[in-house]
């Protein structure tokens, strides 16, 4: 064992409270250290070309480097090994920066710890071993979760790489909340003509394949190799046949909520979400089907010119091969029922939520784009629009910000005037958040051009007094009590993480929030990645977001998995845990702790059942090596001996 | 006697032996013994003398269907076992016994001569004919006794104890004595412990939740945590890895302190962290075969963040 | 040994609380010197055993620092250490050993002032307790010539 | 037959401006065959002046003397009155949390404080004492002429995380009973909001309006009556109606009950025994009982 130490001066950094030349001197003392000196910048080129002298001079297989944070230059010296033929991680680096020269004044004391430092640093490269990185093919192809317009971005952007892509959407059909909207902020166009055109690209783009009415059900594997089990669902519609002509709609005499208008209208047990729904494919809901419910039935099937109906298909389960899953899961609106009963909790037909309200401006919505009050079909004239219902409330325990209400209420203010031009709005508000291009300009224009009346409160109370609605509230600007007759309330509700998105994300092994929103690596460096390799996070999943938002972090995402893909093979760190198969006794308590499942059981030829560490998924956390009573189970790099033996070294 | 035998008879026919005791030819006291077959079974006993645990022999027979007698403690290993995965329950047929608290057969030996008749009936011992007071004579671990009665078992023999009462429960006797020495006068007190100790691992053997057997890390170079030397220092370190091993793990059955041939008193440490794991978890091992061993979990809202 | 007569040993997972003794070490924080950092992944590797091996060999004082509850960059390891250490902590005394000695925390990579504080304060708690002496010092051979003899004496008699 | 003995604490109100509150409790309570202890020596809850006081302890002082006392002999405490109820809440919560002020307490006491006396409004203890479907057998439907509100006010479930008692926004533990009688329970949206509480000492003019909207809304919600557990908002309500139509310039009429009244029509007891003529706007019992035997 041939051993080098080199301490750095790093100018006075180190210096000029640590004898460098007396820490070499006492280095040189320490067992198998063959050579040791001081240099006086050693990350830079003359620097890392003295070491990679001494490398060779001295034929040194072993280097200990004493000067700043590894935190600051490891993989600096790491490169500088490997030019010098060591293995990178037969260098140690010890901190005589950061945790000596800079904390301390007395060069006395100073020098003394930094050469405890580095005798620690010695013990501990003595029993290092070479280490080498592993690869591990991947997949080429890519599973996203989720088909709204996030999802959409990600599959097309990938596909277009000329990557496989299969795009899995719970729904019938793919579009999102977007395909809700009737118009965007803050430039009023149409929400269907920039996004149907999107949708049937995904349709027909060669590079994807879509599966709707699909859930993803189990995730097993890791970076580079995830197998993905998928269900997808019976709708008792042949994809293959359905032309989309709607006749079974016509004639089905179930009817069933209406769940793309949110409850505004009514649909048919079988139908199709909208008209321009990809695939264009009708589905049955047996909870609503009258064959299902009374046992008799079938018009629906009779009537289907392409025969497409099947009342006998079943669910099937797809096992897939995916090197990269982004989760593109969206939202959904809070259900403000519960935690507004002083809105009437629901009582009031008059209240409606603003995607409700948004489904009845679209043109091709369940009222031909008329506003109608729900209680009686009259044209409203006074509305009162409702930020923060659901955000930003402390009391009902949601803080956050939806982030697009502001916006959208704007929105709706000026569709409400050109749809009904002696209307007069009010919006209760918090505060006015407007913080996107062109944003702020438009909720002006809901004041001026609209003449949507702004009052600065929130508000306590509505209720029902002769046909209309009163709505209590304050006007915090002018300091009173306001109240105003509405014919018609609309509340924007705050964002929540769709449903299930928990219960995915554990699948996932992704963390999540008290919302359900995934959680991002790192908020600000890595705000598209997650904690786990290989999954990436597009859209209003990751938290709210409006479209522009959306679609940017879905390109991200997409480029993050082009990047992996463009790999034919995955380096993986060589810092992680193994096992040593020979005495491993298979109590699996490594299998428990481990936060990776990055463990499974194999068997021996001797019958023996062992652990064996899963290289791709395991990070080095080192969790499994205490967790092992043996202590068979070992972190390269961190091993039980070279950390005994560093401590050992300081304190003999 | 308690109707043992036709029991272990009885739950041979669907097991390929019954772990349980038979009477030493020699001192007339119990010992363990592994009965295959019906004509081995008329050997079988179970008295005050059947102190070892022999759940220590399930994880060695992983490949067998077992039959096993237990006491109420002997079962809390069994069930720490199961949940450790180290036994499969189908497997094992266990036969509960209730135990009245057992004899320290050594004890009696130093005291009336190794190999003296010892006949316990109904609360009177005689010991080579003279009637001497019992509870002098029953084991250190029957003092902090948890359960007579077995929690687990497939089939009863003889009778059940009942509740034990819970002023009989004492704990260790040198407690008292060590809870009044200062940190420093501990570390005095446990160096002279284990200066006595003579590195024989009988502790290890004997216990039902050491089944790493020829892998144990206190005889490993790799790692090494113990060093070679027999003396008071590597001897604590061996201690302190079998305490840390047993965290959450020990069911507090005593063979340790029994069978040590030196007389270090191991349970001092274990009941301490037994108390420890209770307190901090509320968990008992081997009290229920639904719970999960509190070090291999944790629970973001229950655990507390006081330190730090 | 310098900076005093003890020693103290500091494990340190690489993500929070190692970096953050690097920002106290930028911010020029001044701090005892009795501490020995040993860098580790996470405090989900620090085995109690090596505390323990550490006190054994002649630590006075442990002290083990990672990140906050749910800032864990392995997500979970330090809920694990947590409990762990919880216990470690709650045996010190059993063991003989002064439960001051041993402290954990969590300390960002952000709390370079509180890293400061902490080896300050932990410094300061250790130093009038002294040395521990845990193995009985340099008599590790005394102690294996002592016997059977010193041990028979039960030490309540000898109170 | 005495089922369960409960301290009892009336407060000053029972015993002067709600004097039908007492005595209609006492009726209900008799007719369910409860014993009721007037607690001994009883003193002022704090009202709302004393939380206020430069002493922050006399808030806790004066209801806690109270919890003391019934402490010694019973399991818990009834007090009908909201805002005695309150307080005594808000002092267990005090001595219960807070050791400094548990230890003062103790010291003025001279003994140690006996706080954990479980405290009961009127609703808690009735909703204890007698099932809806056991109402509803002995009301046999007897108020089904009727529709009626409950008025909870604000001293009843606020704050919610000192009383535990019913939701702040949107309270329902009086419903249950309520509809045991017979009427209609329509939603009556106004059950929480503020009726002007003592403001009826500096600015009547702010509590004429207050309360003016809880009766216009009940009116337009088509009650025929309110009910409600508090001796202040039922002095706003019922106590300053002709005030508020004056002020207000309107001519409404909306008979405002206490809980135990309402309960104690629905057992059969006469409205004269339950003091009903003491109200200031009289309900038209004739309507109200059309029918029953």
Not at chain 4, 11 to 28: H, M, N, P, Q, W
Request: contains cysteine.
């Amino acid at each position: 064992m041939r051993i080098g130490v080199f301490v750095c001066q790093c100018g006075t950094n180190i210096a000029a409270t640590v004898s460098t030349e007396r820490v070499a001197s006492a280095a040189m003392a320490l067992r198998d250290v063959v050579h040791a000196e001081s240099i006086q910048y050693t990350c830079s080129d003359p620097g890392q070309r003295t070491v990679i002298a001494a490398a060779h001079k001295y034929a040194l297989d072993r280097v200990v480097i004493a000067a700043c944070s590894p935190r600051m230059h490891e993989t600096t010296f790491q490169r500088t090994m490997a030019q010098a033929g060591i293995n990178p991680f037969m260098m140690e680096m010890v901190n005589i920066r950061e945790h000596c020269s800079w904390i301390h004044s007395d060069m006395e004391v100073a020098t003394e710890k930094a050469i405890d430092l580095v005798s620690m640093g010695v013990a501990k490269v003595r029993g290092q071993t070479p280490l080498f990185s592993s690869h591990v093919p991947v997949v080429s192809e890519v599973l996203i979760i989720g088909g709204g317009v996030a999802g959409i971005q990600a599959a097309l952007d990938i596909a277009d790489a000329g990557m496989p892509v299969t795009l899995v959407e719970r729904g019938p059909t793919i579009g999102g909340n977007m395909a809700r909207l009737d118009k965007t902020f803050p430039t009023l166009d149409c929400s269907s003509c920039i996004l149907t055109p999107r949708m049937v690209e995904v349709k027909h783009h060669e590079n994807i394949r879509l599966m709707v009415n699909s859930e993803v059900e189990q995730v097993r594997g890791y970076i580079g190799n995830f197998e993905v089990d998928i269900r997808k669902k019976a709708t008792c519609v042949d994809e293959e046949k359905c032309t989309g002509c709607q006749i079974c709609e016509q004639k089905c005499p179930s009817e069933a909520p209406d769940e793309f208008n949110a409850g505004v209208g009514e649909t048919k047990a079988i139908s199709i979400a909208f008209p321009q729904a990809v695939p264009l494919v009708a589905s049955l809901r047996k909870e609503y089907c009258r064959l299902y419910i009374k046992g008799k039935c079938g018009i629906c099937k009779k009537v289907c010119p392409a025969d497409a109906v099947d009342y006998e298909q079943e669910d099937e389960l797809h096992t897939e091969k995916f090197g990269a899953i982004v989760v593109a899961t969206g939202y959904e609106l809070f259900d403000w029922r519960q935690a507004y009963p002083h809105y009437g909790g629901g009582l009031y037909p008059d209240v409606i939520t603003s995607i409700q309200y948004e489904r009845m401006l679209s043109a091709s919505g369940p009222t031909g784009g008329h506003i109608q009050r729900p209680s009686d079909g009259a044209e409203p004239k006074e509305i009162v629009f409702l930020s923060c219902v659901g955000s930003r409330d402390e009391s009902i325990g949601r803080p956050l910000c939806c982030k697009v209400g502001c916006m959208y209420i704007a929105k709706q203010a000026i569709l409400t005037r050109e749809h009904i031009p002696d209307s007069r709005t009010y919006v209760f508000y918090m505060d006015v958040r407007a913080g996107g291009k062109g944003y702020d300009e438009f909720y002006r224009r809901a004041q001026k051009e609209a003449g949507a009346v702004y009052l600065r409160g929130r508000v306590g109370k509505i209720y029902p007094r002769g046909g209309k609605l009163v709505v209590m509230g304050a006007d915090t600007l002018v300091g009173e009590n306001v109240e105003v007759e509405a014919d018609l309330v609309v509340l924007a509700t705050g964002i929540d993480a769709a449903a299930g998105a928990g219960s995915l994300a554990q699948r996932l092994n992704i963390p999540y929030d008290q919302y359900g929103f995934l959680s991002e690596s790192h908020p600000k460096l890595r705000p598209v990645e997650t904690t786990t390799g290989g999954i990436f996070l597009a859209g209003a999943c990751q938290g709210p977001k409006d479209i522009p938002e959306t679609v940017a972090q879905a390109s991200a995402a997409a480029a993050k998995v082009i990047v992996l893909l463009s790999h034919d093979e995955l380096e993986t760190s060589p810092m992680i845990a193994e096992v040593n198969h020979m005495r491993c006794i298979g109590c699996f308590k490594c299998r428990e702790v481990c936060p990776y499942h990055a463990i499974e059981e194999q068997g021996l030829r001797d019958g023996r059942r062992v652990a064996v560490v899963i290289e791709s998924l395991c990070q080095g956390c080192g969790l499994c090596t205490v967790a092992c009573p043996p202590s068979v189970i070992s972190l390269r790099g961190y091993t039980d001996n070279q950390l005994i033996e560093e401590v050992t070294a300081v304190l003999r | 006697m308690n109707g043992i035998v036709d029991t272990i008879k009885n739950v041979l026919k669907e097991t390929d032996l019954v772990l349980g005791w038979t009477t030493d030819p020699v001192t007339g006291v119990a010992t363990p013994a592994r009965f295959h077959d019906e004509k081995e079974a008329e050997q079988a006993v179970f008295d005050s003398t059947c102190a070892h645990n022999l759940a220590v022999h399930l994880p060695r027979l992983k490949d067998s269907r077992v039959g096993i007698v237990a006491k109420g403690c002997d079962a809390r290993s069994v069930i720490e076992l199961i949940i450790e995965h180290e036994v499969q329950r189908e497997q094992l047929a266990v036969i509960g016994v209730g135990c009245g608290s057992l004899l320290d057969v050594k004890k009696i030996w130093r005291r009336y001569g190794y190999g003296v008749a010892i006949k316990d009936r109904d609360d009177s011992l005689l010991i080579g004919g003279e009637q001497v007071n019992r509870d002098e004579f029953i084991q250190r671990k029957c003092h902090g006794c948890l359960e007579a009665d077995p929690d687990i078992y497939d089939v009863i023999a003889g009778e059940v104890t009942g509740e034990i009462p819970t002023d009989t429960v004492r704990p260790h006797p040198l407690h008292d004595m060590f809870v009044s020495l200062t940190p420093a006068e501990r570390r005095s007190f446990w160096r002279e412990q284990f200066s006595r100790c003579i590195r024989c691992y009988a502790c290890r053997e004997v216990c039902p939740m050491c089944f790493c057997r020829d892998v144990c890390i206190m005889q490993t170079q790799i790692p090494r945590w113990a060093g070679g030397a027999v003396d008071a220092k590597q001897s604590e370190m061996i201690q302190l890895i079998r305490v840390n091993h047993l965290a959450g793990r020990c069911t507090g059955c005593g063979e340790c302190e029994r069978a040590c041939p030196v007389g270090i008193p191991l349970m001092l440490l274990l009941d301490e962290q037994n108390h420890a794991i209770e307190e901090m978890f509320a968990y008992g091992a081997g009290a229920s075969l639904k719970a999960r061993p509190p070090l291999l979990v944790f629970d973001v809202n229950k655990d507390i963040w006081g330190k730090g | 040994m310098s900076g005093g007569d003890i020693k103290l040993v500091g494990f340190l997972c690489n993500w929070c609380s190692y970096a953050g003794a690097d920002m106290a070490g930028t911010s020029r924080m001044a701090q005892p010197a009795e501490m020995r950092i040993v860098r580790l992944p996470c405090t989900g590797r620090v085995n109690p055993l090596l505390v323990l091996k550490a006190f054994q060999e002649g630590a006075d004082g442990v002290l083990v620092s990672g990140c906050h509850p749910g800032d864990c960059h392995y997500n979970e390891g330090n809920y694990y250490a947590h409990r762990r250490l919880e216990l470690l902590s709650r045996m010190m005394a059993v063991y003989g050993i002064e439960p001051e000695r041993f402290r954990y925390t969590w300390i960002s990579a952000s709390e370079g002032a509180r890293w400061a504080e902490t080896v300050t304060g932990f410094t300061e708690t250790i130093r009038p307790l002294g040395r521990l002496n845990l193995a009985g010092g340099g008599a590790r051979d005394d102690d294996h010539h002592q016997g059977p003899a010193a041990g028979s004496a039960s030490p309540a008699e000898k109170r | 037959m005495v089922s369960t003995a409960y301290s009892y604490y009336p407060g000053c109100s029972l015993t002067s401006s709600a004097t039908e509150y007492d005595i209609s409790f006492r009726k209900v309570v008799e007719a369910l065959g409860i014993q009721l202890d007037e607690l001994e020596d009883w003193n002022c809850c704090g009202a709302s002046p004393a939380p206020h006081h430069k002493a922050e302890t006399l808030g806790v002082l004066l209801p806690g003397r109270n919890l003391h006392i019934a402490g010694a002999s019973h399991d818990a405490i009834v007090a009908p009155c909201a805002g005695c109820y309150n307080r005594l809440k808000y002092a267990q919560y005090k001595l219960a949390g807070d050791q400094d002020i548990r230890e003062q307490t103790s010291e003025v006491f001279q003994a140690e404080v006996r706080y954990q006396t479980e405290v009961l409004n009127i609703v808690q203890m009735l909703n204890r004492e007698i099932t809806p479907e056991a109402l509803r057998e002995r009301s046999q439907g007897r108020l089904a002429n009727i529709r009626i509100g409950a008025y909870y006010g604000c001293l009843l479930t606020r704050p919610a995380d000192i009383l535990g008692f019913d939701s702040p926004r949107d309270p329902r533990k009086m419903r249950p009973l309520m509809e045991a009688t017979g009427a209609e329970v329509p939603h009556f949206p106004f059950k929480t909001e503020c009726c002007g509480s003592y403001m009826g000492l500096a600015r009547k003019d702010i509590l004429l309006k207050a309360s003016h909207r809880i009766i216009e809304v009940a009116v337009s919600t088509g009650l025929d009556a309110l009910v409600t557990a508090c001796p202040l908002c039922h002095q706003n309500l019922d106590l300053r109606q002709e005030q508020i139509n004056k002020a207000m310039g309107t001519s409404l009429r909306m008979p405002v009950l206490y809980f135990s009244q309402l309960i104690g029509l629905a057992m059969g007891i006469s409205p004269e025994e339950l003091e009903l003529d003491a109200l200031v706007v009289q309900p038209d019992m004739d309507r109200w009982l059309k029918g029953v035997a």
